[in-house]
């Protein structure tokens, strides 16, 4: 599949590399088909981009929750991801979104809305965590900034 996007220009996505997101993600049910993006040109990979194919103008930056929350480990009930099973350990990734204001020190993520990607059937979902000590906006400019300074020394 070709696109174009916003972000990333002209771009061919396989077919194996397709993510459905069978109920769409939160504010977009009609959006259901994305592919996981990084911009090879940045240093780090640990921002992602989730492109969708069905809007190839909206794609929203994700990351590993685990590299700004060491701890992140909310307990999911299997209903809720009941469209995206079967899931084996080994096939789980789990994403949240990273909201990027003008002034870059306020920038969050979203603990309480992860995706959730079974790699191994291409199918993923976006939940709601049920626990205060998920917020829907965690800052994480100062962990970055600390991650960034100590890999440096």
Known sequence: MKLITRIFGEIEIE????????????????????????????????????????????????????????????VVQEESIKEILPLEDEDLLILVTVT??????KMTVNLKGPIIINSGNCKACQIIIDDDDYPVKYPIY????????AAQK
Request: charged share 25%.
């Open 142 to 149: 100062d962990y970055l900034q600390q991650q960034k300074e």
């Open 15 to 74: 077919d194996s590399k397709i993510i459905e997101f069978p109920k769409g993600i939160i504010g977009f049910p009609d959006m259901t088909k994305f592919a996981l993006m990084h911009d090879k040109d940045k240093d780090t990979n640990n921002i992602r981009w989730l492109q969708s194919l069905d809007d190839p103008v909206f794609a929203m930056p994700v990351m590993d929750p685990l590299y700004v929350k060491p701890g992140f480990n909310p």
């Open 100 to 105: 990027v204001p003008q002034d870059i020190t």
